[in-house]
């Protein structure tokens, strides 16, 4: 049984952040959940998996942000409470749902539950979501450390429950990714019943249908929709999840919110500024509490605002303090407009310790100066820089190295519009530079068919999009239906490699299970592709020649949109991983190395981990640690002295 | 709750390494044990990149007194643990401090770079003397040949952390290793994963 | 003359579009290949010095130096390069009426050669569909399938590269002026290779004045006939101006002004029509598209036409005057456009790396004063 379901009196676990919200919403019995897995947020629907027979939920891997949200929307309709959760990204895959959605409001409690990446550390942007509250009105909570991510959650349903809409919950990498210890609260009995009553009046928010449509009549939705913003806002008053410390009138006062405000505390501790600074740590940060604000406003000359990414509760607390500013006086604000924190990457203790430093003129010095100097300068000499690559044995470096071939030998100046999963690395060396565009989920194939019509402008290079099986039901499928209606002559490249694999192997609608582990139906991407009216053909990325050939015939004879199925599962995936199909070995007396005939393309180019440069020797060797035993590589060295053999 | 006196409060330990070293692993698995000793632990983990080769690091805080943030400032760790002598390096540069204790496996991880042969990565045991002349307490141990020899190179960090429990600055016991263990993974696996954690005891 | 690697070829020669897809830099290593007809750089090499730059016709060609080493005489710019003797020529006795080209010289040396133990393998060139697709061919009656021209350059050298390294030796090629140009750098062996061997051993050089753009070329077909249905391909001597491409059932005539627009750029860089570097060089006989004409260049090449001949495999006659006559203003036409084209574009000695051929000012001069304007004579690949 899940830790996660632990009924014990007084239990405690140390828990991630994302497992917190998962109990924080078994607490407030929860019914439906659904989503799209992205770092940071993926395990939260794992974790609801683990535990959906023993609480009877129903849960899913969506097709995408958008459905996931409509999903958890139907559950809501019938008065159930539902979640739906994504990275950041996720939020405006989904947006045109949820604007209307926030319309039409919300019957059972709802959640909208984003993981935001401040730092990009494991995304394309950091772009965030709290500005969608804004944009959508609708409340918008941020949980400020462990206990909190579980306690908010059966809050913000009671919320959502009270003004009949959507409520969202924002956390950040370093809440979702990080753990503490929480404490557990009872978990609810009541048994779910589901109604969706539709036979009522027309906006009748308890028995009429549920909908958007406020054509030539805002008032009829958007009126009540603000009146429900402006509930919230009473109640965020009182939200006991906004916690002021420190001094009744502190020399300065810090605004925060989320992971910072653990970053602000720890910061004031350090530097023993506990009895001048006080902290209003906000969870309610839209819309926001003016009267709480205003009170801690007018106990302070000066505000620091704390806080990752924009400075929104920067821009957000001027304009309060502005409307008040006869109540309140003129106040001196510190934060990412004047300079003292940064408005982009994440945060962190140090950054909150510079600017206290700076505006306390008081000196600070994590490790002594000459210490770090000299291990600073060690690393220089002795820890070279680890970039990012295909693990040893992924399907992706192999597709990229045919594509490289197929578009060099093609020699018309083709190119491949990238898109996202681990295969955005065929922008850098380890994919060979071949990606020229990167974007948004499935973007790649949409302005691939794009490229395709621009011949008459004189743009008349082959174009080619790359695209994970995850990706293709995601967001691709569109951009190929239109590339195919428009007779837009360019090639995808569907690298199926079975399952999300960059997220850790979420199912799609491509997979024979669910994210239960049921067996569900499978769709064939091929048959799908064909279905629609393009060129198919499929290859083993493995074979090298095949699949170059392949693309190559593509490119050069077919009209119209063709997919180019690259079908191999990747290195982590359960049916490979720990499985070698080979003993890859080097013979050295075989081994060109640096001279003319090679100039080491094996372990300089195809840069698989797995294969080693001697600088002594002057040939290359396997690293039988890291080696997964593809044997691709015994068919990039062209003096034939990487040997396989197949393992019995 | 156990009374065990922490050094420092918070005690900040680093866990680190490179993508697929079983870095998280050894992170939660010391955070769990110490939870249930009834200290405050707060881990802070990076592992985005974590399956392509990229370094990762765990941020571990231990206290009586309050939750901490999920990242250690600059300069305050008080035990950096690194799967890999590069990373090793790496976080103390940033992480370190005069009194900080640092236990690295002396097996290297290239990068990629060095693998194409654009960078180098100097002889480990040159790092090792270079190190040990500026921080006094840094134990290099072979726990990648520990682990080979055991069977699996995936046992480098349960080998890692027998070490650290010898080293005796973090609050834990092989009862409480065994316990925290029995709970992650299949009884078939638990000998082999004493075995290493007790190798790595004998170390150092 | 300066060496250097695969990226600065690339820049000058591929990038430029003055690579003819001769295939010298193909085969060698893993960073060139050849695709429907054009060489590709598919990686970065970071060699200092290649033995593909140092291959190449189309950069840093020194002709004195070949010269020199070839025949033991220095450069002099003639129009027909240096020789021992010309001839008329055809295929003899010993040689079964073949569907070949012209006089069938060309064949009968190679299928002679190979009867003989003269040369071990050939490297030939045949095709699939309409693309060239040179290859190594062992046995004597294997020449025949290889016997027609084909218009479009081919990578004939990476095939001379592939049998080289899988251990053939004494091997004869039937090459193209660029190609010939190749092969005679390659058996410099301008690397300084201790282990360098040459294994050419004869090297039938044919007249050319142009070579297709294989790309262009098969679309401008593939417009205008079914490409399935394709025979055999002609340019009859003039004054006929015409393509000729046979189909299963008929004859089609375009007109070679429309020819001469899938002619890609590189071809009008180059000075020589008669494979001036080979041992042997063989066209067709102006006015007489039965016969050939044969050039004599080297000892070793000369030996095998005189025991082809004496075992009746050729048949040579004397060349009329007035043919030579016009085979050296043509060939001088060719010399002084390409030169003109060379120095037009700093191709003519220049910055290291990036010249097309190194001439002194003395034979820079005198194909200058040698050619004549005129139209181009119509010998081809």
């Avoid at chain 1, 001196?332 to 994440?346: A, R, V």
């Avoid at chain 1, 395709?452 to 004189?458: I, M, N, P, T, V």
């Avoid at chain 2, 002598?85 to 992480?95: D, G, I, S």
């Avoid at chain 3, 060496?3 to 020669?13: D, H």
Wanted: proline share 6%.
């Amino acid at each position: 049984m899940s830790y996660l379901i632990d009924e014990g009196k007084n239990a405690s676990h140390l828990l991630m952040g994302n497992e917190a919200i998962v109990r924080g919403a078994l607490e407030a019995g929860i019914n439906v959940a659904a989503g799209y897995p992205g770092t940071p947020s993926s395990e939260i629907i794992e974790c609801f998996s683990q535990v959906a027979k023993e609480r009877n939920l129903y849960v899913e891997w969506s097709t995408n942000e958008k459905v996931a949200v409509e999903v958890a929307a139907a559950a809501s309709f019938a008065g159930l409470r539902s979640l739906c959760v994504m990275k950041q990204n996720g939020v405006n895959v989904a947006s045109d749902f949820l604007l209307h959605l926030a319309s039409s409001g919300t019957r059972g409690g709802m959640i909208l539950v984003t993981c935001d990446d401040p730092g990009a550390l494991s995304s394309v942007n950091e772009g965030e979501s709290r500005l969608f509250a804004q944009l959508l009105e609708i409340p918008l909570l941020e949980p400020g450390d462990f206990q909190e991510a579980k306690d908010i959650i059966p809050w913000a349903f009671d919320l959502s429950e009270k003004i009949r809409n959507i409520v969202m919950v924002r956390s950040v990498t370093r809440l979702s990714h990080a753990s503490g210890n929480v404490h557990f609260g009872p978990l609810p009995t009541r048994v779910a019943k589901a109604e969706f009553r539709n036979s009522g009046p027309l906006l009748d928010p308890e028995t009429g249908p549920m909908i958007a449509m406020i054509v030539g009549a805002p008032e009829a939705q958007h009126g009540p929709q603000q009146e429900k913003m402006k509930r919230a806002a009473e109640i965020f008053e009182t939200c006991p999840f906004n916690t002021y410390t420190g001094p009744a009138t502190p020399e300065l006062l810090i605004i925060t919110s989320s992971a910072c405000s653990l970053y602000s505390q720890e910061a004031v501790s350090i530097l023993g500024l506990g009895e001048r600074v006080g902290i209003l740590k906000l969870a309610t940060t839209w819309p926001l509490p003016q009267r709480l604000l205003k009170k801690h406003l007018a106990a302070t000359p000066k505000i620091l605002f704390v806080e990752e990414v924009a400075p929104t509760l920067e821009d957000h607390v001027k304009v309060v303090a502005a409307e008040s500013g006869a109540e309140i006086g003129v106040k001196t604000f510190f934060g990412k407009k004047s300079g003292h924190l940064p408005s982009l990457g994440e945060l962190n203790p140090d950054l909150v310790l510079m600017a206290l430093s700076r505006i306390f003129a008081v000196p600070y010095e994590g490790a002594p100066a000459d210490f770090s100097a000299a291990v600073k300068a060690l690393a220089a000499r002795y820890a070279p820089p680890r970039g990012m690559t295909f693990c040893p044995g992924c399907p992706h470096r192999a597709s990229y190295w045919s594509i490289n071939n197929a578009l060099k030998l093609d020699g018309r100046g083709g190119f491949v519009c990238g898109d996202i999963g681990c295969y955005v690395m065929g922008t850098m060396a380890a994919g060979f530079n071949t990606c020229k565009t990167l974007h948004a989920m499935g973007s790649g194939s949409g302005i691939a068919s794009g490229f395709g019509k621009l011949k008459q402008f004189g743009v008349d290079q082959p174009v080619l999009s790359v695209c994970g099986d995850s990706t293709f039901f995601h967001a691709a499928m569109p951009a190929l239906a239109n590339a195919i209606h428009q007779r837009s002559p360019f090639t995808m490249l569907l690298m199926d490699n079975r399952g999300t694999a960059m997220t850790g192997f979420q199912p799609h609608p491509g997979s024979p299970t669910n994210v239960l582990g049921e067996a569900t139906p499978a769709l064939d991407m091929e048959k799908i592709c064909r279905a629609m009216g393009a060129k198919v053909e499929v290859s083993d990325p493995f074979d090298l020649e095949k699949t170059r050939q392949k693309l190559n015939h593509l490119m050069e004879y077919a009209d119209g949109a063709k997919v180019l199925i690259l079908r191999r599962a990747c290195a982590l995936s359960p049916e490979r991983r720990g499985k070698k199909e080979y003993e890859v070995t080097v013979d050295e007396s075989r081994c060109r190395g640096e001279d003319c005939g090679c100039n080491r393309i094996c372990t300089r180019i195809f840069g698989c981990p797995g294969l080693i440069w001697d600088g002594e020797k002057k040939v290359s060797r396997i690293d039988e640690i890291i080696c997964v035993g593809c044997g691709v590589c015994a068919d990039i060295c062209p003096a034939g002295a990487i040997l396989r053999k197949e393992v019995a | 709750m156990s009374d065990v006196k922490l050094a420092k409060d918070p005690y900040n330990v680093i866990i680190t390494g490179v993508g697929g070293q079983g870095n998280v692993l050894v992170a939660r698995l010391l955070g769990g044990m110490l939870a249930k000793k009834g200290f405050l632990v707060a881990i802070g983990e990076t592992f985005g990149a974590s399956q392509r080769g990229g370094s990762v690091m765990s941020h571990l805080r231990i206290s009586r007194l309050a939750v901490a943030s999920p990242q250690i400032p600059r300069g305050r760790a008080d035990v950096i643990v690194s799967l890999e002598p590069a990373e090793a390096l790496r976080v103390l540069a940033l992480y370190g401090n005069p009194g900080t204790m640092l236990l690295t496996n002396s097996h290297p991880i290239y990068p990629v770079g060095v693998i194409k042969g654009e960078l180098v990565y100097p002889p480990v045991a040159e790092m090792e003397a270079a190190i040990t002349q500026i921080l006094p307490t840094a134990y290099f141990i072979d726990a990648t040949a520990r682990a080979l020899a055991l069977g699996n190179s995936i046992l480098v960090n349960i080998v890692m952390l027998g070490a650290l429990g010898r080293l005796n600055v973090v609050p834990f016991n092989r009862e409480d290793f065994q316990e925290a263990i029995a709970l992650r993974l299949a009884t078939g696996q638990l000998a082999i994963n004493l075995k290493a954690f007790d190798e790595g005891y004998g170390m150092v | 003359m300066k060496i250097f690697g695969a990226t600065k070829l690339a820049e000058t020669v591929i990038q430029t579009e003055l690579c003819s897809g001769c295939g010298a830099c193909i085969d060698l290593c893993p960073y060139f290949r050849s695709y429907r007809g054009k060489t590709a750089y598919l990686f970065p090499c970071t060699r200092e010095e290649g033995r593909c730059f140092a291959y190449c016709p189309k950069v840093e060609v020194d002709p004195d130096g070949l010269s020199r080493f070839l025949f033991a005489k220095p450069y002099d710019g003639h129009p027909l390069g240096n020789w021992r003797s010309i001839h008329v020529a055809r295929a003899g006795a010993r040689v079964k009426r073949q569907p070949f080209q012209s006089g069938g010289t060309v064949s009968a040396l190679m299928y002679f050669s190979l009867r003989s133990g003269c040369i071990r393998g050939a490297i030939l060139t045949g095709r699939k569909g309409l693309l060239p697709v040179p290859q190594l061919v062992t046995r004597p009656a294997g020449v025949w399938r290889h016997s027609l021209s084909k218009y479009t350059a081919a990578p004939t050298l990476a095939a001379l590269n592939r049998a080289i390294a899988a251990g053939h030796e004494a091997l004869g090629v039937v090459a193209t002026p660029c190609q010939a140009t190749a092969i005679a750098q390659m058996r410099m062996n301008p690397l300084q290779n201790r282990s360098f061997r040459d294994h050419t051993a004869l090297v039938i050089g044919l007249f050319c004045t142009w070579a297709l753009d294989f790309r262009k070329f098969e679309a401008f077909l593939a417009e205008r006939v079914p490409l399935k249905d394709i025979v055999k391909i002609d340019i009859p001597p003039p004054p006929a101006s015409v393509l000729e491409v046979y189909l299963q059932e008929e004859k089609r005539e375009f007109p070679l002004d429309e020819i001469r627009l899938l002619v890609p750029d590189t071809c009008g860089y180059c000075l020589d029509m008669t494979s001036e570097f080979a041992d042997v060089s063989v066209g067709v006989l102006e006015g007489h598209p039965e016969l050939n004409t044969l050039i004599v260049r080297t000892e070793r090449g000369e030996e095998i036409v005189r025991e082809a001949q004496r075992q009746e495999y050729i048949i040579l006659d004397d060349m009329p005057v007035e043919n030579r006559e016009h085979l050296e203003w043509a060939a001088g036409n060719k010399k002084q456009r390409g030169l003109r084209r060379c120095m037009e574009t700093g191709r003519l000695n220049g910055e290291a790396g990036t010249a097309c051929l190194r001439l002194t000012g003395e034979v820079t001069d005198r194909i200058l004063k040698n050619g004549r304007n005129g139209k181009e004579s119509p010998c081809h690949t």
